[in-house]
T-cell receptor, first 116, second 113 residues
Framework: AQKVTQAQTEISVVEKEDVTLDCVYETRDTTYYLFWYKQPPSGELVFLIRRNSFDEQNEISGRYSWNFQKSTSSFNFTITASQVVDSAVYFCALSISLTGANNLFFGTGTRLTVIP | DVKVTQSSRYLVKRTGEKVFLECVQDMDHENMFWYRQDPGLGLRLIYFSYDVKMKEKGDIPEGYSVSREKKERFSLILESTSTNQTSMYLC????????????FGPGTRLTVL
């Protein structure tokens, strides 16, 4: 069975602090994909990043960085120098490569509040 | 840019009423999805469709049905609403395989009184 755990329900940080959002996943598949989505107050989920199970390289995009570690089944997301605009609910998701079926499993989300 | 629109942002209905939630996309994506989002539960898949007139049940299909008569349009139908269907409903689309990202609409917040 597939499962994504985001243990942090809510996090509050002061602007310019760094913050890490945790994501732990479970799957028996050897081929899978991990995603992060952002849901701002407007409601629309926005895709941030995708990682496949064969690529453990960390990725940095501006103030965002992602740390993928297969050994601990984690795909953590760090925001450096947080800004008020980063306030949102962040979802981690796991997709496995079954043909003909949808298979995107979401975590329960982490609500990040950045205080000015 | 992919555009996914949903027919209403907010909807208030009474128990037992029939509700149609409509989702339209403009990017010719084969796959379309309906999720509901509830606090503490994340997003749960209700139904998805991988082609016109094709549909498959997701994790929580009970109390819902869907219709996809045209590629760009995917409707979620609540035949007889109940209070436990009060939720945020999100539509999404995707092209190709499951490793591609999904594109989401703005959501419809449905309240059933």
């Amino acid at each position: 069975a597939q499962k994504v755990t985001q243990a942090q329900t809510e996090i509050s940080v002061v602007e310019k602090e760094d913050v890490t959002l945790d994501c732990v996943y479970e799957t028996r598949d050897t081929t899978y994909y991990l995603f992060w989505y952002k849901q701002p107050p407007s409601g629309e989920l926005v895709f941030l990043i995708r990682r496949n199970s064969f690529d453990e390289q960390n990725e940095i995009s501006g103030r965002y960085s992602w740390n993928f570690q297969k050994s601990t089944s984690s795909f953590n997301f760090t925001i450096t120098a947080s800004q008020v605009v980063d306030s949102a609910v962040y979802f981690c998701a796991l997709s496995i490569s079954l043909t003909g079926a949808n298979n995107l499993f979401f975590g329960t989300g982490t609500r990040l509040t950045v205080i000015p | 840019d992919v555009k996914v629109t949903q027919s209403s942002r907010y909807l208030v209905k009474r128990t037992g009423e029939k509700v149609f939630l409509e989702c339209v996309q403009d990017m010719d994506h084969e796959n379309m999805f309906w999720y509901r989002q509830d606090p503490g539960l994340g997003l749960r898949l209700i139904y998805f469709s991988y082609d016109v007139k094709m549909k498959e049940k997701g994790d929580i299909p009970e109390g819902y049905s869907v219709s996809r008569e045209k590629k760009e349009r995917f409707s979620l139908i609540l035949e007889s609403t109940s209070t436990n269907q009060t939720s945020m409903y999100l539509c999404a689309t995707r092209t190709g395989r499951s490793y591609n990202e999904q594109f989401f609409g703005p959501g419809t917040r449905l309240t059933v009184l």
